[in-house]
């Protein structure tokens, strides 16, 4: 964890430096040439995305806070786990979307949250639900929930700018030149944040997936959830896909993967059952997973690690009674 922590902040450092760095070429637009109003300025940015972060994700995903007298069974789970990572019980939510999934968020562990789609309630058995939110709750315990919410606002702070200042900055401009620099040095350090946060988001998910093993649930419940979730996923239509877009960060797998991950998982599952359990693991844990060229691209431009590798990892773990 202490690995997973120090990543975190060395990328919340850079981020804050392309932020800092932002405001200087946006004060310099406006001839403002001021050190202390530049600095309060990127204080400004990050305070806001801490202050606003969630409220966005529960906007965006339409999450309905429960009590336990609404869902006895996923107030247990939760409650049990909590207490086992000994971590203070989280708000327990339901997003109103039909993508099977779920995901947790919050400022800090008094502030965390964990919720579940409606698509992902009929979806999983009573353990490979117990692993999947194992995982979330070890983003909370891990305390990465709030560093990717931080994370995860900046290259759309920098989207936003590289759009206005390249389409319609240059309208006020009479020479352009100057907002255009400022419109392409905007959109250059949204590639390269976005990048920063795609990587810290996978780092993140393997630091989870361990989690939820140290939590006490068995590995090949957790590959089996994975491997559900994404046949789920890829049965669902392109709208469904794009309403969670911007937040897929946040899931424990990517859904727009989906149909090009359950071809590789496919082989996993041996006897055709539609789960993989303790053997077909093992079985894994002895093989070479090789990945092609296409595929370490598409993961170096993806939210989560590729699955076949990720799965190939839990193969490793051993069952925490």
Not at 94 to 106: E, K, M, T, V, Y
Request: charged letters at 20%; a positive charge.
């Amino acid at each position: 964890m202490f690995f997973l922590h120090v990543r975190m902040g060395l990328l919340l450092a850079v981020l804050f430096g392309i932020i800092y760095a932002v405001a200087v070429m946006i004060g310099s637009y406006l001839g403002i040439g001021n050190f202390t109003f530049y600095l309060i300025l990127s204080l400004g940015i990050m305070f806001l995305q801490y202050m606003l972060g969630p409220k966005i994700v529960e906007w965006s995903m339409r999450v309905k806070y429960i009590t336990r007298q609404e869902n006895p069974r996923l107030f247990q789970i939760v409650e049990s786990l909590s207490m086992r990572a000994q971590i203070p019980m989280p708000k327990i939510g339901i997003a109103r979307i039909a993508i099977p999934n779920a995901f947790a968020f919050g400022r800090s562990l008094k502030d965390g949250r964990v919720c579940v789609t409606e698509g992902i309630l009929s979806l999983l058995s009573e353990e490979e639900l117990k692993a999947v939110l194992g995982h979330e709750l070890s983003h909370l315990k891990n305390r990465d929930v709030l560093t990717i919410t931080l994370l995860s606002v900046v290259p759309m702070i920098m989207y936003r700018l590289a759009w206005h200042f390249l389409f319609f900055g240059r309208r006020r401009d009479s020479q352009g030149g100057n907002t255009a620099l400022i419109g392409l040095a905007a959109f250059l350090f949204y590639f390269i944040t976005n990048l920063l946060v795609l990587y810290a988001s996978r780092i993140r998910e393997y630091f989870a997936d361990r989690g939820s093993i140290l939590l006490g649930n068995k590995p090949a419940a957790l590959a089996s959830s994975l491997y559900k979730l994404a046949y789920g996923s890829a049965r669902m239509n392109k709208e469904s896909l794009k309403e969670v877009e911007g937040l897929k960060a946040f899931f424990i797998n990517d859904p727009s993967k989906a149909l090009r991950e359950i071809k590789d998982l496919s082989q996993l599952d041996l006897d055709r059952s539609g789960t993989i359990d303790t053997s077909e693991l093992a079985a894994l844990r002895n093989k070479e997973v090789r990945v092609g060229f296409g595929d370490v691209l598409l993961e170096a431009l993806s939210t989560h690690p590729n699955m076949l590798k990720r799965i190939k990892k839990l193969s490793e773990y051993k069952y925490a009674v």
